[in-house]
Structures are given as structure tokens and as C-alpha cells.
């Protein structure tokens, strides 16, 4: 009887393939992390927008505005008294202020911020009802890895949702800002 103490050629190359294939499965898609990323930005607006609502509430005399700026893709948490600056981070105990893109965050690297339907500026203030100062839904655009978001403010609820996609070409309407650094 013949017995075979080795695998031929063909085997090796069979198994090598094989190898491959389900090495290459396992690797993770940079398209879905920098989508992931967008999306996780999304979020974090909304998140922001019901921070500066509470600070409005409960500081009516000194009301929370949320300031976006387009063209260095970042945006700030700040006090109607004092816009250009940003507040206090509860946690960290930094400026509030979230900047994406290259140089961003960390985690926000592949993220821009698009453009904005603010009623006409980059501020989306909020009074001491927590009531924002827009007469439409507020709109922000953020891009990632392929992935389009847009997170929406109620005027009159300051409620927001993210969808995926754009319902409006908006631009950024080329509003000019004092840029917030070394922050």
C-alpha cells in the first residue's frame, strides 16, 4: 500500500488561497471606519445641541449658542455674552470645542463639516426657554469617508435627528469668523 508523507504543489496552493481569502475577509474597510466617524460626529452635534439647551435653561440671563465654523471644520459650545469663546468642558475641563479633519480630534479625522442652513449665520443660539433662534430647521452637513449625514434642529423644540444623506445643496455662504486656536 502507498502511503504520501507530503502535500503535493496544488494542495499548498489551494490552502495558501484560501488563507488569503479569509485574511483579506477579516481586514477592516477604512471606508466604514471613516463612515463610522461621520456618523459618530452626527451624534455628538446632537449631543451638543441638548448640552447648550441645558445651559440656556439654566442660565436664562446668559443663554448657550452652538458656533460652527465651516471653513476650519470646527465648532464651539459658547455663551451669548462671549461667542468667540468657547465654555467650559464639564468633563475635561478644556474649551468645548470640537475641530475635525486633519489635525481634528482624534477619531474625526475624516470628517468635514460640509455646510449649514443657520438662517443665515453660523450660530445656533438658544433662549432661556431652549428655544432656538431660527424660524426653520436648522441644518448641518458633515461628510466621512464617503458617508453624507445631516443632523437636523427643531426651531421650536431644539429636538434633532441625523439622517443619512442630504435633503438641501446648502452652501457655506461664506460667512467669516474669528478662528479659535491654540485651544
Excluded: C
Excluded at 38 to 49: I, M, P
Excluded at 171 to 177: P, S
Aim: charged fraction near 15%; proline fraction near 5%.
Amino acid at each position: 500500500m502507498y502511503t504520501r508523507s507530503a502535500f503535493t504543489y496544488i494542495e499548498l496552493g489551494i490552502v495558501m488561497v484560501v488563507v488569503m481569502i479569509l485574511v483579506v475577509a477579516a481586514l477592516p474597510d477604512g471606508d466604514t471606519e471613516a463612515k463610522q466617524q461621520g456618523l459618530e460626529l452626527a451624534h455628538r452635534f446632537e449631543a451638543d445641541v441638548a448640552y447648550a439647551r441645558s445651559l440656556s435653561l439654566a442660565q436664562p440671563d446668559d443663554p448657550a449658542l452652538i458656533q460652527v465654523d465651516v471653513d476650519n471644520n470646527q465648532y464651539w459650545v459658547a455663551r451669548a455674552s462671549a461667542p468667540s469663546v468657547p465654555v467650559t468642558h464639564p468633563q475635561t475641563k478644556k474649551p468645548y470645542l470640537i475641530r475635525t479633519g486633519t489635525g481634528g480630534d482624534p477619531g474625526l479625522e475624516h470628517v468635514t463639516i460640509l455646510a449649514l442652513d443657520f438662517g443665515g449665520d453660523q450660530i445656533l443660539a438658544f433662549d432661556s426657554l431652549g428655544s432656538t433662534d431660527q424660524e426653520t430647521t436648522a441644518l448641518l452637513q458633515i461628510t466621512s469617508g464617503g458617508g453624507e449625514y445631516e443632523v437636523s434642529v427643531s426651531p421650536t423644540t431644539s429636538e434633532t435627528g441625523t439622517e443619512s444623506g442630504f435633503s438641501a445643496n446648502l452652501t457655506t455662504g461664506g460667512l467669516e469668523l474669528p478662528i479659535v486656536n491654540g485651544l
